[in-house]
């Protein structure tokens, strides 16, 4: 089936997190996803691509329900978190949150002190016993997050201080803080310079190792580099879903090859 | 498409070649100019009047009014007569609270003849008889003063037998001359006071024995009958109004703010409430008047608290706040930016704790803004205490203690300026326009606080 016999090799391997069947939404009357079935992988990257109001985003949302905050939207179908009907009625969308973490395309860090917005995450799931154990996680979760020697002797100081890369990387700590076990990245690089960008991408590529990352990207290098499973969305179909390598070479979807080689989009 | 020209804008009917020199304005760019410097020069013009009456304002509250923080006194040393005031020599209370306000005329007659003694003041009125039991001496004198050397004495019976240096108020015809209210002309008319008063007067304040002192009593002091302007004071209503502003803020914060964090973050968009905001705009536009009939019907006719008590007043007030503060608690809540909450729900808080921990605090400066400049509001406001009796002669008495103060009768400063105001002895006019300073100091503070507030509490983000 694969040309890449190694990837064919990872693909067996790797558990499915989350799957999504017959998933809708609808924005009041808009029907903005239709029908998208779609398996993400554990210790995966997985990217959306697709163009600007193709869905992409919204199907992120939906992962972790943040869709639920929006009063016109409506989600059917059904979308499973190892097995757990993520929609099921007894499910709390605060317990899911804390499962499925985000980060969001804009940096947008509390207007508080650089460790209260990596301990408020903790602290409201009760997950430090005492102040020692609250330090530990916000000192690990920074280092994961690759900011910790530019933050260690300021931590004290306002987050919206940083600068842009380095206030996304600290909202990356803060979605880290609360061991999650599914990252979703809404755009995470978009405001952010190649630097910023770079150092952002290696960090997700080191999180892979205990997460499963959901990215959603415009930048198409940027899904090449950082993914290795790519799902292409187009007004609000999945178009196409598979191995990054197989999506960006040979892709089978003639819509597809349109917009990676950009003609569509 | 790359063959397509960039010349497709000049394809349709020929226009007229931009020609003529960039130093010299055509006549379309001269027009254009012109209505902006005409419209300019409205804008200022606008600004100006509204300057112009503003200053207008300040000076005729200032020239008006400033005289009300003066009043005329004499310094007079009161001989208190132990054969008048305790005949039995026992210094008993009973007995001396037996002896009369007026029993204490001859006190301050005696001691105002002893002055124009002293002085060498030629007047008629040094010979003048008493009849009955008036004196023409008698027109010099506040009504009050008589009774204000009683209370000296009930408070320290060990004054009798005693010559004490005391401060008497000048009636109010008197302190009118010194201030330029009462002219030779208009007394003229005047039973109160003849020409031969203000001579000696002229001479009394020659000798300095009349002279205009700080009249810290119009401040701190109780409201005086009719007859007594040089009295009256706005310190009751003062305690009036605090106790209703405490009322206020205690009802209308939280209940305006739970309310607005409800209808902005909690409650569904639905007809129902779309309803209840509609009309809590509209409340906002209710004329105050009709929150004091509502109070009068509700509060003091079916609930049966007491009349012209604070504590009916704060309720009306409240209801009269509560949209101000709703309103601006919700715009300032809308002007928090939605990314917060989305960081907040994103690493799993509840869309309580969203609320309480991030979206809160950043609104507080526009909600304590909304806050104070709504209690200005209240604090200000007439019409509704009209309608639930906190008008008229009421702020006459201290409450005592807490509870009395929210129950007892009392009024509120901007209602007693018109109770001053509506009166016919033009002392009190003056006091109308002394208490107006008064009220707009304290609304001048209160903005400042919330500008203050605001600074202090503004996040950047």
């Known amino acids: 089936m694969y040309d890449n016999p190694d990837l064919a090799r990872t693909t067996v391997t790797r558990d499915i997190k989350i799957a999504a069947h017959g998933c809708q939404v609808y924005y009041g009357d808009t029907h903005a996803i239709r029908d998208v079935d779609i398996d993400i992988e554990d210790k995966t990257v997985t990217a959306f691509i697709g163009p600007s109001g193709c869905g992409k985003s919204t199907f992120l949302r ?75 996680i916000v000192e690990s979760s920074l280092r994961r997050a690759a900011i910790w020697g530019e933050v260690k002797d300021r931590l004290d100081a306002p987050g919206t201080g940083l600068s842009g890369g380095q206030q996304q990387r600290l909202c990356i700590a803060r979605a880290v803080a609360t061991e999650p076990e599914v990252l979703l990245m809404d755009e995470p690089c978009s405001a952010l310079d190649p630097i910023a960008t770079a150092q952002v991408e290696e960090l997700i590529d080191e999180l892979r190792g205990q997460y499963s990352v959901v990215i959603v990207t415009h930048s198409m290098q940027q899904a090449a580099r950082v993914s290795q499973k790519t799902a292409f969305f187009h007004l609000g179909s999945l178009v196409e879903y598979g191995e990054t390598g197989h999506i960006f070479t040979n892709p089978t979807d003639p819509r597809t090859e349109s917009y990676i080689t950009g003609r569509i989009g | 498409m790359t063959d397509v020209p960039f010349t497709d804008a000049s394809s349709g009917p020929a226009r007229p070649a931009r020609t003529g020199s960039l130093l010299e304005a055509d006549a379309r760019t001269r027009r254009r100019n012109a209505a902006e410097a005409r419209f300019r020069l409205y804008g200022i013009a606008a600004v100006g009047v509204g300057l112009f009456f503003l200053a207008a304002l300040l000076y005729a509250i200032f020239s008006n009014g400033i005289g009300a923080f003066q009043q005329t006194g004499y310094t007079l040393q009161i001989e208190f007569r132990e054969d008048v005031l305790d005949k039995t020599g026992n210094r008993d209370l009973e007995d001396i609270k037996s002896v009369k306000t007026f029993a204490y005329s001859p006190l301050l007659r005696a001691a105002m003849l002893r002055e124009i003694e002293t002085h060498g003041i030629d007047t008629p009125l040094a010979d003048a008889k008493v009849t009955g039991f008036s004196s023409p001496l008698d027109k010099l004198f ?43 002309e208009s007394i003229e008319r005047d039973k109160n006071l003849d020409a031969v008063h203000l001579d000696l007067i002229d001479k009394l304040r020659e000798a300095g024995v009349a002279t205009k002192g700080f009249n810290l009593a119009f401040i701190t002091g109780p409201d005086a009958s009719d007859a007594r302007p040089e009295q009256a004071g706005l310190g009751v209503a003062m305690l009036g109004s605090l106790y209703m502003m405490i009322v206020v803020l205690a009802l209308s914060l939280p209940i305006g703010v739970a309310a607005s964090i409800y209808l902005e973050e909690f409650a569904p968009q639905n007809r129902f409430t779309d309803i209840i905001e509609v009309n809590i705009s509209n409340l906002a536009a209710v004329p105050s008047i009709v929150f004091g009939i509502l109070g009068l019907a509700v509060f003091i006719q079916f609930v049966h608290l007491p009349q012209s008590a604070p504590l009916v007043g704060g309720l009306v007030l409240t209801l009269m706040t509560l949209p101000t503060i709703i309103i601006s608690t919700r715009a300032s809540l809308k002007a928090v930016p939605p990314s917060i909450r989305d960081a907040a729900l994103g690493v799993g808080a509840s869309k309580m704790q969203a609320v309480f921990h991030h979206v809160l605090p950043l609104a507080m400066p526009g909600i304590l803004t909304g806050t104070i400049i709504g209690l200005a509001q209240a604090l200000g406001e007439t019409a509704p205490l009209l309608l639930i009796g906190m008008v008229g002669f009421i702020a006459s008495n201290y409450p005592d203690g807490a509870i009395s103060g929210f129950l007892a009768p009392n009024s509120a400063m901007p209602a007693q300026i018109y109770e001053w105001a509506k009166r016919a002895d033009p002392a009190f006019y003056e006091r109308a326009w002394g208490g107006i300073i008064i009220l707009l100091l304290f609304l001048m503070t209160m903005n400042i606080i919330a500008i203050i507030l605001r600074r202090r509490f503004e996040r950047r983000w």
């Open chain 1, 62 to 136: 939906c992962l972790n329900r943040m869709n639920d905050t929006i009063d016109i939207c409506r989600v059917e179908g059904d979308i499973r978190l190892d097995g757990e009907d993520i929609y099921d009625k007894r499910v709390d969308p605060v317990q899911l949150r804390a499962k499925v973490g985000m980060v969001f395309q804009k940096p947008n860090p509390f207007p508080k002190s650089i460790y209260d917005n990596v301990a408020y995450g903790p602290r409201i799931h009760g997950l430090a016993r005492c102040k020692a154990d609250l330090d530990e």
């Open chain 2, 142 to 184: 506040s009504d009050g003063a008589r009774s204000t050397l009683r209370d000296m004495v009930l408070a320290d019976p060990s004054l009798i037998g005693q010559t004490v240096a005391v401060r008497i108020l000048a009636s109010s015809r008197v302190d009118g001359y010194l201030k330029g209210r009462v002219s030779r």
